[in-house]
């Protein structure tokens, strides 16, 4: 079956101007990720949906940050007045996860994810 | 804040040669996870260990876990070039949420 998609693959911006990265989950997980990766570092959370609502937005860097996600499914990351330092790879993720109690496992299927430079 | 530290950082080894991992985290967790990325995209789940088990096996993969030292550890045997790629633990807790170390970077030479 299809796995996590991203668009686009690659994004190039200038300094100041709004994105919006897409992420279409497995069908059927209800939980999805958002992950920042800075040039050989660490995968940095971002936010995390259950469902439409999220319940940890924890890691999102600063208020020019916001992420959606509607009917369950597609999410949309999107960062307003771009600045240089928001020039990293964005991964999405999802997962099945019940919402109850912690899942037995929880693993999460990545995708490609998009590649925004911003100059 | 990330959780799990693994190390070393870099890995460089002989294609033949196992490869082990290490991975230390600070807080109780519900399972561990490792996960492999490819020249900086997607991540691409290995081997998920629950926290009431020690070791676990897939393929070539042999992973540990010991709860008391809160470290886990990666060994691939008989190691390909195929296998260079980064390499993260994801230690999972109370809820969904997995947080990632920095990576270790492995090169096989063949």
């Known amino acids: ?119 | 804040s990330q959780q799990g530290e693994e190390d070393p950082q870099a890995l460089s080894i002989q294609e033949g040669e196992n490869a082990t991992m290490n991975c230390s985290y600070k807080t109780s967790i519900n399972n561990l996870q490792w996960y492999r990325q490819n020249s900086g995209r997607g991540l691409v789940h290995l081997i998920l260990i629950r926290s009431n088990e020690r070791e676990k096996h897939s393929g070539r993969l042999r992973v540990t876990l010991d709860t008391s030292k809160k470290s886990s550890s990666l060994l691939i045997t008989a190691s390909r070039a195929a296998d260079t790629a980064s390499y993260f633990c994801a230690t999972a807790g109370a809820n969904s949420k997995l947080t990632f170390g920095k990576g270790i970077t492995l090169s096989v030479r063949p």
């Open chain 1, 1 to 119: 079956g299809a796995g996590v998609s991203q668009s686009p693959s690659n994004k190039v911006t200038e300094k100041g101007k709004d994105v919006e990265l897409r992420c279409d989950p497995i069908s059927g997980h209800t939980a999805l990720y958002w992950y920042r990766q800075s040039l050989g570092q660490g995968l940095e959370f971002l936010i995390y949906f259950q469902g439409n609502s999220a319940p940890d937005k924890s890691g999102l860097p600063s208020d020019r940050f916001s992420a959606e996600r509607t009917g369950g499914s597609v999410s949309t990351l999107t960062i307003q007045r771009t600045q240089q330092e928001d020039s990293a790879v964005y991964l999405c993720a999802s997962s099945y996860s019940s919402g109850g109690p912690p899942p037995p496992t929880n693993t999460q299927y990545f995708g490609p994810g998009t590649r925004l430079t911003v100059l």
